[in-house]
Structures are given as C-alpha cells and as structure tokens.
C-alpha cells in the first residue's frame, strides 16, 4: 500500500471507494476462496477415509488441515475487511 501511495495515490474524494482498496479486496477474495476451497478438500478427504486406525493418522491430518484452513480463510477475510470502510493514503 505505501509503495502505490507514493507511485500513484487515489483520490482523497472517493473515500474507501477507490482502486488501491478494490485490488485489495479482489486478492483478499481470491486467497479467501483459495483458502476455503483448501479447507472443503480435507474436510471432504476427512469424511471419506474408512473408519479404522489403520487411517487414522491420515483423518487426523486432514481435519487438521480443514481447521487451519478455514481459520486462514476467517483471518483473511477479516484483515480485508478495513478496505471497505478505510480510505488508503490519508
């Protein structure tokens, strides 16, 4: 952000409607989704590995996987959410 602020500033009037803070929202939505989609893969291999504790270091690591997916997905939502009520620049 400070490298854009100082290239090629927004406009002050537009407020948190500008495109330093749209580019920043639309990767924050696309590592959201990445994150997501990551986070509904090892839960779906979680819930289809055959009960037994032949697997169940393999369940194991899925579901851990699931949940530090979807809390990368939560925190990146979150840490965007300031863009949309921010402006950048000020």
């Keep these: ?8 500033p927004p406009l002050a009037a537009l407020g948190p409607l500008n495109w330093l803070n749209a580019t920043v929202l639309i ?9 997501a989609t990551g986070a509904w893969a090892s839960t779906r291999t979680a819930r289809h590995l055959p ?15 699931a949940a530090l997916y979807t809390t990368a997905a939560v925190s990146t939502a979150v840490i965007a959410l300031p863009a949309v009520v ?5």
Excluded at 1 to 8: F, G, L, Q
Excluded at 51 to 65: E, M, P, T, Y
Excluded at 86 to 90: D, F, G, S
């Design 1 to 8: 952000m400070a490298v854009a602020c100082a290239v090629a």
């Design 51 to 65: 009960a037994g504790s032949a697997v169940a270091r393999s369940r194991f690591i899925a579901r851990a996987s």
């Design 27 to 35: 990767l924050a939505t696309a590592t959201t989704a990445a994150f």
């Design 86 to 90: 921010l402006a950048p620049c000020t």
